[in-house]
């Protein structure tokens, strides 16, 4: 019977395993591809607030790589994973925030419709890895602070069209900029949130292993 159990519950551990390494392979895919297309467009439109969301579609990809490769190992390695993850947001944070003074002391108009229709593909697609991740936030400590990553992109976006209607409006370059400092709040808040649970999670990790030796 207790054999039974077992085999039953490393199954049911086995098929999860194998329906986050899907979803995460999946959503891997889709933030390389709007990287390379928004960090193209990010350049000719001139636009912080585009440019700075397509990095933010390279490091997602980064971590969803390294949530693959953390995905059958124990608690001390989600915990670093996700200790990662907080310090590439943080990292995205500080260059937004560093684009946004460069371009306030610069006068540079940006492309706003550029930015406004790669703006809404780039929200589709995180929209759809948003979907895919929802499910198995809760599975975790490595899929939970993947599912709050893909959550600020969703914020990322929708700032991104917000700055080129605005943009577009009033022709001026401080809406890209305002919105280019406000995605960087938003990413330093959810960094340390991430860092603080890692950190808890990793020491919780190494004190169960000393009571096991």
Not at 98 to 111: I, R, S
Not at 139 to 157: E, F, L
Not at 161 to 170: E, N, P
Not at 194 to 202: A, G, K, N
Request: proline letters at 1%; aromatic letters at 10%; charged letters at 20%.
């Amino acid at each position: 019977m207790a054999k039974s159990c077992c085999e039953s519950k490393s199954t049911e551990l086995d098929q999860l395993r194998e329906k986050q390494r899907n979803v995460l392979v999946i959503v891997l895919i889709i933030n390389f591809v709007m990287f390379l297309i928004e960090f193209s467009y990010g350049i000719l439109s001139k636009s912080t607030a585009l440019l700075s969301d397509s990095l933010d579609m390279l490091g997602d990809a980064t971590v969803y790589a390294f949530s693959l490769y953390v995905i059958n190992k124990g608690l001390r390695w989600k915990a670093k994973a996700a200790l990662l993850k907080g310090l590439i947001i943080t990292l995205f944070g500080l260059y937004v925030l560093g684009e946004a003074t460069y371009k306030a002391l610069n006068d540079v108009l940006p492309a706003a419709q550029t930015m406004g229709v790669v703006g809404v593909f780039a929200l589709i697609a995180n929209s759809a890895c948003l979907a895919l991740l929802l499910k198995h936030r809760e599975d975790d400590i490595n899929m939970k602070s993947t599912w709050i990553c893909s959550r600020n992109d969703i914020v990322a976006n929708t700032g991104v069209l917000i700055a080129a209607a605005l943009v577009y409006y009033f022709q001026s370059k401080w809406p890209d900029i305002i919105v280019g400092l406000i995605i960087a709040l938003v990413f330093l808040k959810s960094a340390f949130s991430i860092l603080s649970e890692s950190i808890s999670v990793y020491r919780d990790s190494n004190n169960d292993r000393e009571e096991n030796r």
